[in-house]
């Protein structure tokens, strides 16, 4: 790194982004900390205050929040939502960009398929997602009396197995877990191959011609020369992706709707910021603003955690 | 710096090495697996779209049908005269190409340069900052959603192209992303130019732009899918004719009292505007892939 | 770099707390009430006014021409307006507005939604407005409602603006929909059933179609949380009550047996709803060779995905589709649920008299005029609000063509029209559309869970109901 003699420049380019910053970001943040110690509160009950009026101040937003029955369900299925998509996805990203950027016929053709998903509309993607798993008139008796058992079912009695509810009555946690994260991983996709598709045009191609001479085996190559040089890009895909599952929802809307969950336990998948928005959409901003706040907290450890254990890996 | 440029000499070495048969057969399996991989991984991501364009030429009952088709029984290219006809299509692209073109080339200067600074420039209190801007991508955004409405609305700012575009100008997301792309080129360029007299600028324009010209681009190509996509926001701020997005002008065009949507003409809608987004990004493509060779430069 | 971050947090946190201490708000309570001493003066300048709503293109068409006969007779009212979308999407929109002071001055509401911008006290209390007998300055016109335009609303609708627990008038009714039965008429007449009117009557017919096709389901009903709060209030078993900010009543061994005995049916294979089947349960109704329902329960405004397919060749209908009120537990307590869109008046810290008078007098001529209470009616599928539209030449020749397999549209108003002094809507109030959704989840979950035996059933619905009131109070 090198010690710039005018911090002031530094400042400098940082002035308009900090500028924006403060009156779009930090204030509002502000204002959710203020909120969430103020019990009760609720934008609309605000305005309809009378002179005089206040909400009391202090932590009872918190222990409202704690005291959910579904706290720990919510928190659960953040968590594992965040755990297992972020490293799928990431390797299976990895792998189609160093795939694609190392084969020759129909690169061109193949990186324009791999573009589409961007102007797929969302809307498109959940109808997709519904056709592929719902199955239509479940039958609890025999699943295979239901009246249509779904794309993924269909595929799998192709190869000799045996169909399972997946999001439907009767499906297990197991199940309507897996769609979530296939649906997660699929839509995370696009993204992070175009990513990191960039990140390895950025790569000094020497290493790859010098790992060429040595005859190295391309596997290896993968593993000590692009990995460690792509790393920050690495770095930066797994560290979104944590920020962006914790956030998971409406994701889970696409699939299982509003109820959150299989028809015989609506509310099974909600999140932490499924309830961030149940809560805002009831006018309890105070609640939804401690929630967010306590899976912050939350947030901020483990990536200080994540942060540490990669520094020590990335290689600038 | 120009030793750094000169530097490929080893690129022949392939012709030159011998290589054994079964080197080649390896080669040729390994070939193989890549083609299949990439090819049941297209498949996979493509299907979506294929799904939007089928639906885009469904009728409506079709369309809700309890077992989805897989083909449009009855294939309705009218879906696409009522998406031009119903919605002003017009003068929703030329409102969302702007704020989209606008929004983009701002907030690329600023992400470079604040890019720049964390990834280059050393100044106090530079990690400290850098995670506090991390962790504000924390928060749901909903939750700020009524404060920036009340702002705006103060700045008096509302329905205009401003109030689309300014909020949403910085993103910690691309500052992060572009500060780990420029960390990726190695900081003996920089020393280099330092030494050379080089200012910061001049570098940032000749060096460090191109090279990371293929992030760049993917951010532009992001950017511009958020003034296409962005839809609530703008339903608060500026949804008065002058200003209205397209999502919203196609959201709200194909609905019925009931405030249920015709999905096939909406999908139809769709299609029609992503198409021209979809010749650019094709452009843009060629770019991300070749950014770093055109410029000459190998790092 | 985390002690120092957590240092920042932590000031921040400090000083802000000091802030809220020392008080800052922004709250500025506007007075939702009004108070009319003379004669209206709209004076001569432009007043602007914005209305937010749902409708689709074709609706917007029919608002166009209204605004320009409206114009007509108040030409410096300048309405604009604006769809924001769905129904959720025009909620969450106005929330928003109301709370950054600014909402529209007329929107389209559900009572659930005009509950919560009641706690904004954004909405303007109608009872002054409606019953002034000031006139407006230069005209001699009542800006109030006169004694017959009053008269003319159909009771149960015009009683949707009371239901807010403190006998203030905070809605007009727009357009009304309602649930009716379709039923499979030439199947019926084939086999020579009767259509139900109670739902002992259905159910028997249940068993009969059952028999008939034991494949089938009997009847699909679209909407789980209806049905419960229909069968609630027709059964006089509590639902909710506005009283007192908002009551949960449903929590009661009557309701329980209710559950219980659907449960018993839906085990026997005589209906199925949407969440349960799996997709919209008309697609059973106009299914013709597959598995399929010979009765739906669904909204009279969705008419058109009950039409039964007329795709052979020569041009003819599969079967004849019937409508028919749906059943009712009392044939002495009729009551059907209502919905669709009614009007409510906004006022913000901005809002001028003028506006909110101004406002008044177009939500005042949407809900009486003879001619769009029609034409609204003909493209949306809706009812109208007022006894008189008859009137309307056009309507009239449109209602009567409902019958027959075509005009199932028309046919489904007409069963609307008719059911008109047994319409009801639950009570509306802070926490009343979480009842609305708790009771849909809870129904869901008593119908599909396995349970082993009768205890065991009984344990289920017992914590289903114990969650849903959980959740409703929490």
Redesign the interface.
Known sequence: MVESKHQWKAWLYLLPAIVLLLVFTVYPIFNTVRISLLEEYGAMAEMGLDEGEYFNFGLGNYEKVLQYKDFILCLKNTAILCVATVPISTILALLIAVALNSIKPLQKTLQTIFFLPYVTNSIAIGMVFAAMFNIVDYNAENILNSQSLGIINNVIQFFGGNPISWINQGSSYMANITVMIVYIVWNALPFKILILLGGLQSINKQYYDAAKVDGTPKWRVLTRVTVPLLSPMLAYVIITGFIGGFKEYSSIVGIFGDKMGPAHDPGLLNTMVGFVYDSIEKDRQGLASAAALILFGIILVVTLINNYVIKKRVHY | MSNVIN??S??Q??DI?MISTG?KVRRIL??TG??A???V??L??????Y??II?SLKEL?EY?????TFWPQKVMWGNYSKAFS??NLGDLFMNTLYVGVVSTILSL???V??A??FA?????G????F??????????G??????????V?DLGW?HTFTALI?????S??Y???LR??F?????EL??AA?VDGTT?LKYLWKVMIP??L??L??IT??KM?GAW?SY?WP??VA??AEHQMIT?GL?????????????PV??AA?AIV??P??MV??FL?KY?????SRSGI?? | MQRKIIAVLLSVVMLFSICTMAGCRRGQKVDNTVSITGDIDLGDDIIEISFTHTMGAKLQDVLNTHIEEFNKIYPNIKITHQSAGGWSDINGQINTEIAGGNPPNIAYCYPDHVAMYNIAKSVVVLDELINTEYKIKGTDERSGLTAEQKADFIESYYNEGLVYGDNKMYTMPLNKSTEVLYYDKSFFTEHNLQVPTTWDELWAVCEQIKAIDPECYPLGYDAEDNWFITLCEQMETGFTSAEDGGQYLFNNAENKAIVKELREYYQKGYFTTQELYGSYTSNLFVETTDKRCYMCVGSSGGASYQMSNNDTPDGTFAFEVGVAPIPQANKDHKRTISQGPSLCILKGKNTSDKQVYASWLFVKFLCTNIDFQAEFSMASGYMPVLKSVTENENYAAWLARGNGYEYLVAKCVQVGIDGRDDYFVSPAFNGSSTAREQVGAMMLKCLSTDAANDAAVDALIEQAFKDAIEECEY
Do not use: C
Not at chain 2, 64 to 68: E, F, L, V
Not at chain 2, 126 to 129: A, I, S, V
Not at chain 2, 166 to 170: E, M, T
Not at chain 2, 251 to 258: E, G, I, P, Y
């Open positions: 530097s490929n080893v690129m070495a392939k090495h080197q390994a070939k890549t083609y991989f990439l090819l991984m297209a996979i991501v493509l299907f979506p779209f799904w939007m639906s009952s809700r049908q309890a077992i989805p119903q919605a200067v600023i992400t340069l604040s720049f600074a280059r420039l050393e100044f106090k530079k990690e400290t900052l995670g506090a801007l991390l962790a504000t991508m924390m928060l749901p909903e939750l700020f959603t009524i404060t920036n409405y009340i702002t609305s509302m300014v909020p949403f100008l910085v910690v997301f500052i992060y992303l780990q792309n960390m990726q080129i190695p900081n920089y020393l330092k910061d090279l990371a293929p992030t681009i993917s190509i992001l899918m996509n609530i339903k608060l949804n008065d919203n959201r709200n065009a194909f609905t019925d009292v009931s405030g249920q949507a015709d999905i909406q999908m769709v992503s198409a987004l979809f990004f094709l493509r991300i892939m070749q950014g770093v190998k790092g």
